[in-house]
């Protein structure tokens, strides 16, 4: 078992090192073997050595031996046969021993106890002894292996290949202890796991070497129902936004892409919820603005458009059901990673008109009758869509990803994009 040295003070490091140097002789000297006035040191450091082994048996025998011996076995602790001589042995034992007579718990209450004078001079031989073989063989113990966990994985693919990437999509959570998920023993590595990380292998390796060949792929996010939709959502959408969301994707090639808005709908019916009234919808990349759609008001009450004929019991229209449909949006983006975001443009002023009725008292459950009167009134997004787009051009990663990837591309491809990292 391993156990720290003592501190020695600074006058006995000093009047060592001068004992070091005084007694330095020369090479030839020390090689014929020690003088005589070396061999009674040696000598003497022998028998004092013996000489404290057998005082530390004395004292075992008087106060420990009648409890802890081959007969009784108290604590499974056999103190008759113990060897004195060679501490380094035994030395988890004797650091029990240590702890047992430091806090006074041995001998216990009414049994004879040694003078406190014996008990301090067999204590502290007996820790310089253990003191002595732990510096002479230190036993630091084993270190486990460790991998990284989901979050250092990307932080290294980041780093290497110049690709962020979404390690929640591709790996599972971590194990954690005390709250904490890097620590080594924690991290196990699982068949299933390490499938896992094959799998994210492949992915990531495609897109940092670039397939000119891969196909047209449609990816799908997903906005939470309960997620409340009435400010702005995220520091990377403009001001005077609502809504919405921002995602962060990385884009395969240079080429065309398709991103299709679906609407929240109601619970009951499909219907997408307020419809009724009109607004604005941005599409941004990297905060530019690529389309404004506008939707809902069309088939207010009287409308006698074809699409706008209630039917059924929920007395609902196409439009009211498909009015979204139309929310597609076509855009050219380069390879790498970029910022793709849907919101609503914000009403900073009401419109002219008949006041909104007063809030319902309790609506489907809600305890708060402003939250109830506002989840009628605002429409959220429900989903977004990425979608490429047949016309793709067939290229390389962008120069930055490239040059993390020796040999794989020795020049720029036609309308490679030019910026860097």
């Not at 004992?19 to 090479?27: E, Q």
């Not at 009134?377 to 067939?394: D, E, F, K, L």
Request: some cysteine; aromatic content about 6%.
């Amino acid at each position: 078992m391993f156990r720290p040295s003592r501190v020695v003070p600074l006058g006995c490091i000093v009047v060592l090192a001068a004992a070091f140097s005084l007694s330095a002789v020369p090479l030839d000297a020390a090689e014929a073997g020690p003088g005589p006035a070396q061999a009674p040191t040696v000598q003497a450091a022998s028998v004092g050595a013996a000489s404290a082994a057998v005082d530390a048996r004395a004292f075992l025998d008087r106060n420990c031996v009648a409890c802890h011996n081959e007969r009784l076995r108290t604590a499974n602790l056999l103190l008759d046969a113990a060897d004195v001589s060679h501490i380094g042995a035994g030395a988890e034992i004797w650091e029990k021993v240590v702890g047992k007579l430091r806090s006074g718990a041995m001998p216990p209450a009414g049994r004879r106890r040694p003078e406190p004078a014996a008990l301090d001079s067999f204590v502290t031989w007996l820790e310089t002894e253990l003191d002595r073989e732990a510096a002479a063989h230190p036993n630091p113990g084993r270190v486990a292996d460790h991998r990284l966990n989901r979050f250092e994985y990307g932080n290294a693919v980041r780093d290497l290949l110049g690709l962020e990437i979404d390690t929640a999509e591709l790996l599972p959570a971590d194990e954690s202890d005390q709250g904490f998920d890097n620590i080594a023993e924690v991290l196990s590595m699982s068949p299933t796991l390490l499938g896992r990380y094959m799998f994210a292998a492949r992915r990531i390796s495609q897109v940092a070497v670039g397939d000119p060949n891969i196909g047209p792929s449609v990816e799908t996010f997903d906005l939470s129902r309960g997620l409340r939709q009435d400010a702005r959502m995220n520091e990377g959408l403009p001001y005077g936004t609502r809504g919405g969301t921002l995602i962060r994707h990385y884009f395969p090639l240079d080429g065309e892409y398709l991103v299709k808005i679906r609407l929240g709908r109601n619970f009951t019916n499909s219907r997408i919820r307020a419809i009724r009234t009109r607004e604005e919808i941005d599409v941004l990349l990297d905060g530019a603005l690529v389309t404004r759609f506008a939707i809902g008001g069309e088939c207010n009450e009287g409308s006698d458009a074809p699409n706008c004929t209630s039917s059924g019991i929920y007395r609902t229209s196409p439009y009211h059901l498909t009015a979204d449909d139309s929310l597609e949006a076509r855009f050219s983006a380069s390879a790498g990673m970029h910022d793709l975001g849907v919101a609503f443009v914000r009403k900073s002023v009401l419109t002219e008109g008949m006041a909104p009725t007063a809030p319902p008292t309790k609506r489907r459950g809600w305890t708060s009758t402003s939250c109830a009167w506002k989840d009628r009134s605002i429409r959220p997004v429900r989903a977004i869509r990425r979608a490429a787009a047949a016309s793709s051009s067939a290229g390389p990663p962008p120069r930055w990803t490239r040059s993390r990837v020796p040999g794989r591309f020795s020049a720029p491809w036609p309308g490679a994009p030019t910026g860097g990292r």
